[in-house]
């Protein structure tokens, strides 16, 4: 056998023995570029409306605002699983609990 043969049939052998490499598509939990503009765009209207402080006055100015708040707003920024465990393997947190109060209608 000729040598260029046998250094065709390696390198046809070694090809279809590895798989091929993944070029396409996005790393898993990446955050596309337009996500992030919105986000971006979002949060500075939020800061030009007011930010903090103007947030807190709309929930105030009406009992389905708070609710609103309590209920969709704030829980966005809690985490969606709470995990690890303690010492011994206890869990860290028992309970979670979120109360809404009607204010004093003073």
Known sequence: MSESKIVKAAAVSEMAAKPAAKTRGRPKKAVSQSTLTVRDAIAKAGE???????????????????????????????????????????????????????????
Not at 49 to 57: C, I, S, W
């Open 48 to 106: 030009e409306l007011g930010g903090a402080l103007r947030l807190a006055q709309w929930a105030r100015e009406d009992p389905t605002n708070e609710k609103a708040f309590w209920t969709v707003l704030y829980l966005k920024i809690l985490p969606l699983q709470v995990s690890g465990a303690g010492e011994n393997g206890e869990h860290l947190i028992s309970d979670i609990a979120i109360k809404l109060v009607k204010p004093n209608a003073d």
